[in-house]
């Protein structure tokens, strides 16, 4: 994320930043860095408060790396 951007009309619109925004997550306090940055805007954190979210890990890219044209196997070890 930049600082701040030129818009079409040549204003500038500024971003408000953490230093872990300012580039791709690398490590694990990066990544959690990013994270936290979300918490920095107040109707976020209100909203967050407000709604209940269902999570669900999603490791396709984790586990078989799925591809079109793929036969996925979705059989348990030990189960027939």
């Given amino acids: ?3 701040t951007v030129a818009l079409p009309d ?8 953490t230093p ?10 990066e990544y959690r860095g990013q ?3 979300n918490l920095v805007d107040p109707n976020f954190r209100s909203f967050a408060a407000d709604v209940p ?3 669900q890990w999603d490791d396709h890219e984790v586990v078989n ?3 079109l044209g793929e036969i ?5 070890p030990g189960l027939q």
């Fill in 10 to 17: 040549g204003r500038i619109w500024r971003n408000v930043v």
């Fill in 1 to 3: 994320m930049q600082e």
């Fill in 53 to 55: 979210a269902f999570v």
């Fill in 65 to 67: 790396n799925r591809y």
């Fill in 72 to 76: 996925p196997d979705y059989r348990l």
């Fill in 20 to 29: 872990e925004k300012l580039k791709v997550a690398e490590t694990l306090d």
């Fill in 35 to 37: 994270f936290a940055y």
